[in-house]
């Protein structure tokens, strides 16, 4: 939520009508106040804020106008204006005595604002809704013109996608496998163990994955003559569990 812009000063610190209260009522001196350090301020608060506050900025330029007039007169008390900078300056305070007033008045409104409504809004007249069939509106040839819209719908075949679910042999099966298959061959090759070239590569991984987890407890021993050549997966002495 969007707060109210409030001027912050040495000498100063609240709402810009504030400030310029205090200066008409005298009780701070304009040439305290840096009006160029306002004006900076209050750009990086237009600049920040999520919309636009069109309101706002016409409030301030107004305010803004009063304080440059005042401090304008405060630093050239001899300046002599033209009849058009006068006529100018006569508008100018014309306005901020309207501005000033309706300000003063706007607090009265919003306590007051409809309590006594002078001019209430007519109720609309209200129509029962009444359902009037033709005769030849009966349950049966509602139900009949249903049946016709949906043979008139066109139909599509869409085709029931079928899955084929296939048993994987897990790890703990394949090791154990390897494990009875080198107690009673003492040397056998993984291509041979795994049937490499005749089952799925799921079964050939599963049983590498298997004979990796034997070597590592030093169950079987592998040895490969050359790179791409077959494996030999030869047996040691198993270790009492």
Known sequence: MET???VKMA????PLELLLHLIEKRKLLINDVSLAAVADDYMEYVKNSEKFPVGEVAN???IASALILIKSRSLLPALQLTEEEEGSIEDLQRRLREYKRIKEL????????GRNIMFARSQSAYMEPVFSPDESMSVANIFSAMKGVLKKLPQKE?????IIVRKVVSLQEMIERLAERMQSSLAVSFQEFSGMGRKEKISVVVGFLAMLELVKLGIIAVRQEENFKSIEME?????ES
Not at 11 to 14: A, C, R
Not at 106 to 113: A, G, P, T, W, Y
């Open 235 to 239: 047996s040691r002495e198993v270790p």
């Open 158 to 162: 869409i085709p029931l996608p079928k």
């Open 60 to 62: 301030f330029i107004l």
């Open 4 to 6: 109210e812009y409030r």
């Open 106 to 113: 706007s607090v009265h409104v919003k306590e007051r604002f």
């Open 11 to 14: 000498v100063f610190e609240g």
